[in-house]
């Protein structure tokens, strides 16, 4: 047992650190997103993150194309709706949105619905 102490508390030592890793973000945050999301729902919880978290460098790419998040190293991506691709997870951080379509009446006869 005395052999082995050193090599334990070395592992304790190293799950300790593996978790006060996770009590706090990164240097730097990489995400892609529309400009409706950035705008609605992006922005407003970046400057709360910035608040608590200054030292954090948080790099935003505002783009209407779905990107592939590994092949470009994005760490995340947001986009109002439901669209992801199979091999990602998608989380709601958002509430629920409704939006309309607006037109006047002679707009809709020369562009009906199709």
């Given at each position: ?18 978790s ?12 892609t ?20 978290y ?61």
């Open positions: 047992m005395e052999t082995l102490r050193p090599a334990f508390n070395d592992i304790r030592s190293r799950i300790e650190e593996l006060a890793m996770r009590q706090k973000p990164g240097e730097s945050v990489r995400i997103s529309s400009r409706q999301a950035a705008e609605t729902i992006l922005m407003p919880a970046v400057k709360r993150l910035m608040a608590d200054p030292e954090v460098k948080i790099e935003i790419s505002i783009d209407q194309r779905f990107v592939d998040l590994v092949a470009e190293r994005y760490d995340a991506g947001v986009r109002l709706g439901e669209s992801v691709e199979k091999d990602m997870i998608a989380v709601k951080i958002g509430p629920e949105m409704r939006m309309a379509v607006a037109g006047s009446p002679e707009y809709f006869e020369r562009h009906p619905r199709r």
